[in-house]
């Protein structure tokens, strides 16, 4: 992918990411954030946290599928906004739903499994998103910094939950949710599965060129 193509491409993602905000902010300034404005907030922040995050978890599949790399250029930027609009969920709940009342959010937290799974998943995004520079994928090493971010399917699992268990009866935004993770883990596990097995079958052909080329295969000392 050439330069400006990915300066193109990310630019479109920064426009993309930050409408629903600036609508948001738009509808607030004429009043127009319908008869419980919080939960209107809430509930808007909330859904583009989860889009937002389905859509960073969808590029390795896509990866996987088209072989193409440029989608794993778009996979760190996606993910901060999901952070971005997670915290912006996070904060209207702290500031205008409980105003500062740690007690009550405390207790709402252990008593609310919905708030539960929901305060895990953004406290599993915290160091995923202060690992997302150059410097520290550097310092953390490229394999243990794949390790850490694998926790972002474990933040999607209870984001889905949260929205579940919060689901009122009739919606199906939730269940359209969960139905579009588990296919994105479905592929995964299958491009894992994939590239174990191609492993698996490149050793055997190795150790035969090796004793054909008449090298003497390692052998390990005795114990």
């Not at 500062?100 to 609310?112: T, V």
């Not at 953390?140 to 699992?157: E, F, I, N, P, S």
């Not at 596990?189 to 994939?194: C, K």
Request: hydrophobic residues 55%; glycine residues 8%.
């Amino acid at each position: 992918m050439g330069r400006k193509t990915r300066i193109a491409l990310k630019a479109g993602i920064w426009t993309a990411c930050l409408l629903p905000l600036a609508f948001l902010i738009y509808w607030a300034a004429i009043g127009d954030l319908t008869v419980n404005p919080i939960d209107f907030i809430t509930r808007t922040l909330g859904d583009w946290t989860m889009r937002i995050l389905l859509a960073s978890l969808a590029l390795t599949p896509l990866r996987i599928l088209t072989g193409a790399a440029w989608p794993v250029a778009c996979r760190r930027l996606l993910g901060l906004f999901a952070f971005f609009y997670a915290a912006l969920h996070f904060g209207v709940w702290i500031v205008l739903d409980h105003f500062f009342d740690w007690p009550e959010m405390l207790a709402d937290i252990l008593k609310r499994r919905y708030i539960t799974v929901g305060m895990l998943a953004l406290v599993l995004l915290l160091p995923l998103a202060a690992t997302s520079t150059n410097g520290m994928v550097r310092r953390l090493g490229g394999k243990t910094w794949q390790r850490l971010h694998r926790l972002v399917y474990c933040a999607g699992v209870l984001a889905v939950l949260h929205y579940l268990w919060l689901a009122k009866v009739g919606f199906i935004a939730p269940y359209v949710y969960a139905a579009i993770l588990t296919i994105l883990l479905g592929v995964r596990l299958w491009g894992a599965f994939r590239r174990r097995l191609r492993e698996s079958r490149g050793r055997p052909a190795m150790a035969q060129n090796v004793t054909a080329s008449g090298a003497r295969p390692l052998r390990t000392p005795p114990s």
